[in-house]
């Protein structure tokens, strides 16, 4: 009876330490915490800077690993046409979104792109819609975010 | 794991706040005079903690943001013991689990008051090298955006523009096309800083024979590069346009 007594002891104390690791492991993630961030600007309308950025982005997933960086690429001014069903690289944005890289389209410039033209830019899918390129790209950086800019 | 890793947030937070015992303050402080990187996070929690300061000169206690910094941790622990008290569950009798599930219920309301709020100044540097007139309109427009932004919401924020190259031409007397703009949004906001980088005006004087006089609202700093870098190092955001 003493033994059983000791060897659920034990039991109870392995699943604690396991239960201890796969807490914060989980609630790391769940937060948010990776190890490396990084933003990656796009601001002009030439497409091979633009592709270059592309392949920042998935180069830095690559080597880190997907779960280990977040990568988002905010687009604004000139680059937004980047995001939008027009560019040329549509299909491989929307095939990066659902890897994980995030697109962040400038709502500013939108609205500025209506303005002139008088159509409203549509955006591929899985891209988001931040109010300001810039502010955002500030943003994270404090949050911590490496700055690259192709 | 290399050594800097070692040592938690929430641990450094402590040896700003001189929380440590003898031992441990002297154990951070020798494994930091060999660890560049080590120092380094020492010194942002320290800057964190006076910028914070200068924020909320009258409640320097209550450092919010040292708490969201710890977050994770905190959330970690709870969501561990509220595991472990699971696992334990499935052992014990739930009669001998009471008593360890109530403190963890204890704990909860804890974590809703770590929401992050640093009232810190938002610090960007702009940086342009090139003559565009398109790109020098952009960038112009969204200075002037940033610091509307930042007025109208009641956040503080300094901006400062950094001009090399041929970007060095926007603050140039006599050829640049924004010199009205730049005296509106110099007259306008307090917190708007130009600065031309010395060494390209050396360079192009030098190579062209011209004297290059900058505008009144601009100062000339020695090199654009290296003061872009720096302010960098000290944690500002950087735009490159």
């Known amino acids: 009876m003493k033994q059983v007594k000791q060897s659920l002891v034990i039991l109870q104390m392995v699943l604690l330490g396991l239960a201890l690791s796969f807490g914060q492991g989980v609630l790391a993630a769940m937060d948010g915490e990776v190890k490396h961030k990084v933003v990656i600007q796009v601001s002009t309308d030439d497409e091979r800077t633009q592709q270059i950025a592309l392949n920042n982005a998935v180069n830095v997933q690559k080597a880190l690993g997907q779960d280990n960086v977040a990568v988002e690429i905010v687009a604004y001014g000139p680059g937004l046409g980047m995001l939008t069903m027009a560019s040329k690289q549509k299909d491989r944005i929307s095939s990066l979104a659902m890897q994980d890289i995030t697109f962040s389209a400038c709502g500013n410039t939108m609205q500025k792109v209506e303005q002139k033209t008088g159509k409203k830019p549509v955006l591929v899918e899985g891209v988001k819609v931040v109010p300001a390129g810039v502010l955002r790209i500030m943003e994270l950086q404090e949050q911590g975010y490496a700055y690259v800019r192709p | 794991m290399n050594d800097q890793n070692l040592y938690s947030d929430e641990f450094i937070n402590a040896f700003v706040d001189n929380e440590l015992s003898p031992g441990e303050r002297a154990e951070l402080l020798s494994a930091a005079s060999s660890s560049k990187e080590l120092s380094q996070r020492i010194c942002q929690m320290q800057r964190l903690k006076e910028m914070l300061k200068t924020a909320y000169p009258e409640q320097t206690n209550n450092s919010s943001s040292m708490h969201s910094r710890g977050r994770t941790g905190w959330l970690g622990y709870a969501a561990a013991a509220v595991v472990g008290a699971f696992s334990v569950f499935v052992v014990l009798q739930p009669q001998q689990m009471r008593s360890i599930a109530e403190p963890v219920a204890a704990i909860q309301p804890e974590l809703n008051h770590s929401v992050s709020q640093t009232g810190a100044t938002s610090r960007v540097v702009f940086h342009i090298s090139n003559d565009d007139l398109?790109?020098?309109?952009?960038?112009?427009?969204?200075?002037?955006?940033?610091?509307?932004?930042?007025?109208?919401?009641?956040?503080?924020?300094?901006?400062?523009?950094?001009?090399?190259?041929?970007?060095?031409?926007?603050?140039?007397?006599?050829?640049?096309?924004?010199?009205?703009?730049?005296?509106?949004?110099?007259?306008?906001?307090?917190?708007?800083?130009?600065?031309?980088?010395?060494?390209?005006?050396?360079?192009?004087?030098?190579?062209?024979?011209?004297?290059?006089?900058?505008?009144?609202?601009?100062?000339?700093?020695?090199?654009?590069?290296?003061?872009?870098?720096?302010?960098?190092?000290?944690?500002?955001?950087?735009i490159k346009v």
Do not use: H
């Not at chain 2, 924020?157 to 703009?181: D, H, P």
């Not at chain 2, 700093?221 to 190092?233: E, L, W």
């Open chain 2, 134 to 238: 398109a790109v020098a309109d952009e960038l112009f427009d969204q200075v002037e955006f940033v610091l509307q932004e930042y007025a109208a919401s009641g956040r503080p924020i300094r901006v400062e523009v950094v001009a090399n190259n041929q970007g060095l031409r926007l603050f140039q007397q006599g050829r640049t096309l924004f010199e009205k703009r730049i005296a509106d949004l110099d007259s306008r906001y307090q917190n708007i800083t130009f600065a031309a980088c010395g060494n390209t005006m050396e360079r192009i004087q030098k190579e062209t024979g011209e004297t290059i006089e900058v505008l009144p609202q601009a100062v000339i700093i020695r090199s654009g590069i290296s003061f872009v870098a720096r302010r960098q190092k000290q944690g500002w955001s950087y």
